[in-house]
């Protein structure tokens, strides 16, 4: 297959992270012809193994990072706004304990934290006696709590991808790209799928391909203009350690911190690491050593002991990160950077690679892509519009109460659905979910989960194996069975 040369793209984004697919749903609605290729599934690398928050990122205040910090702390309210369904505030607990930082450092972070960002519906920060509480340790007696959000990381990805898609981009997955070279003034690029070899052609190219940017790089026979680091972060799953429904914010003797989530209902997520060992394994898996590190955090501050059989689930992602000189990698900025090629002269097609960034920024970072690119027109436009499904307003901080109007509606729809399965419809979906909710869902795989969903992941969300619905889509796989997987497995096979 080769796209005529008399229409190229105007703008391909090689990489399907939530950096490639902001791009590429702001530029499909700025009026460009976009074509996204991603190797593997939609958010399959980094972008589905971070630590699930929208965020400032409280940490980084110390290593003066207020620019990044003001930036994520601004765009919480927005994303919120754009995807109810996927993004909830949630309250972060910070326990005052002897190894971490004194009361009056934490506090004045905390001050900051409030001001910086343009806090307007989230609640502000508070002391807290605790004493026992969330199933603290009896003599972690105080503590500040604070306020951030969380995210579906992998389906907000999926959600970029599809507005994109709906707002005219091609997006193509399992489509890896094999060769790239300037031809006049577009971009020539090979890429192997399912279908077979494939060339396309395009104005411009934005290399997002995140922890594969270099080797994007060289297939360009581009310049890599920077020193590059490859961080792993690393989490772990265990049995949910306390009913309260905020988070942990956890200080450790190394000076470093970690989170611990209520996290599907019934677990707690524990994480992150920063570890640059052994960083070339592909996909990326969280080292023994990192989950003893993850374990022991836990115990240090939980009653409840929690040892290497409680760990029901791992993960872990690359971050690509700038190398700013810092000697510790959790010291590494977050920030991001784009740096611009333009070949051997200013009239060539330009391409664009994006280095780091985080999941809280990837709206902003979109739109200062486009604007090194030069696209002008409709700057701005994702501000204000929301994700598919996400098109109705919160009425405050309480995501049942949020939830309710749309799962009566469901309800209505599909009135033998069990009220569990109408409201992670309702959660994971938003108002995309009236348009396959009906009487008769088709078979049942397990789990409430129906032929009728499989299929609204198939032909709308680009799914091909159980891996994209189990783990990426949903996470589901925490509760299917071997044989329920099986099931499914044969239920692709048949709709494909």
Not at 11 to 20: E, F, Q, S
Not at 82 to 90: E, L, R, S
Request: proline share 5%; aromatic share 6%; with cysteine.
């Amino acid at each position: 297959m080769d796209r005529s040369m008399d229409a190229p793209y105007d703008l391909a984004v090689i990489g399907g992270g939530v950096n490639g697919a902001a791009i590429a749903r702001d530029a499909a609605g700025r009026g460009l012809s976009v074509l996204l290729l991603e190797r593997g599934d939609l958010a399959q690398g980094t972008s589905s193994a971070s630590t699930k928050l929208i965020h400032g990122g409280l940490r980084y205040l110390e290593h003066r990072e207020f620019a990044l910090v003001a930036e994520g702390l601004h765009e919480r309210e927005i994303l919120w706004r754009q995807a109810p369904h996927i993004i909830w505030p949630m309250r972060f607990v910070a326990p005052l304990v002897p190894e971490g930082r004194p009361w009056w450092m934490l506090r004045s972070g905390l001050w900051l934290y409030d001001r910086i960002g343009g806090r307007k519906a989230l609640p502000p920060t508070r002391r807290v006696k605790l004493a026992g509480r969330m199933g603290l340790q009896s003599d972690i007696r105080r503590g500040y709590e604070y306020s951030d959000c969380w995210v579906d990381d992998a389906r907000l990805v999926v959600l970029l991808a599809r507005d994109a898609a709906d707002r005219g981009a091609e997006v193509r997955t399992r489509c890896a790209v094999t060769a790239m070279r300037r031809e006049g003034h577009l971009w020539r690029i090979e890429a192997r799928s399912s279908e077979g070899d494939e060339t396309f052609h395009a104005a411009m190219t934005v290399n997002a391909a995140g922890p594969q940017v270099g080797q994007l790089l060289d297939l360009a026979h581009a310049p890599n203009p920077a020193a590059l680091r490859r961080v792993r972060g690393s989490h772990i799953v265990v049995p949910r350690l306390h009913d309260d429904p905020r988070a942990l914010f956890l200080q450790l003797p190394d000076g470093r911190v970690c989170f611990a989530i209520p996290w599907q209902y019934a677990f707690t997520l524990i994480g992150t690491t920063d570890s640059e060992d052994n960083v070339d394994a592909d996909p990326p898996h969280a080292s023994e050593a990192e989950i003893a590190y993850l374990l022991d955090a836990a115990n240090r501050h939980f009653r409840r002991q929690i040892s290497r059989e409680d760990v029901v689930w791992t993960f872990a992602g690359l971050r690509l990160l700038a190398d700013d000189g810092s000697g510790k990698p959790e010291a590494a900025t977050r920030g991001y950077r784009l740096e611009l090629d333009r070949g051997s002269d200013r009239h060539s097609a330009p391409l664009l690679s994006v280095l780091g960034g985080k999941i809280t920024t990837h709206r902003t970072l979109a739109e200062a892509a486009l604007d090194r690119l030069g696209v002008t027109d409709n700057a701005g436009w994702t501000a204000t519009s929301a994700l598919p499904g996400g098109d109705f307003t919160p009425d405050g901080l309480d995501e049942a109460d949020n939830l309710a109007p749309l799962e009566q509606e469901i309800h209505a729809q599909a009135q033998n659905l069990s009220r569990p399965t109408i409201h992670r419809l309702a959660r994971a979906y938003g108002t995309e979910a009236l348009g396959f909710v009906r009487g008769d869902m088709g078979r049942a795989i397990g789990q409430g989960f129906t032929e009728a969903e499989l299929d609204h992941l198939i032909s709308r969300e680009w799914a091909q194996t159980v891996d994209d619905v189990l783990w990426r889509r949903s996470k589901l796989g925490l509760w299917f069975s071997a044989e329920e997987a099986a099931v499914l497995e044969s239920t692709i096979r048949q709709m494909s």
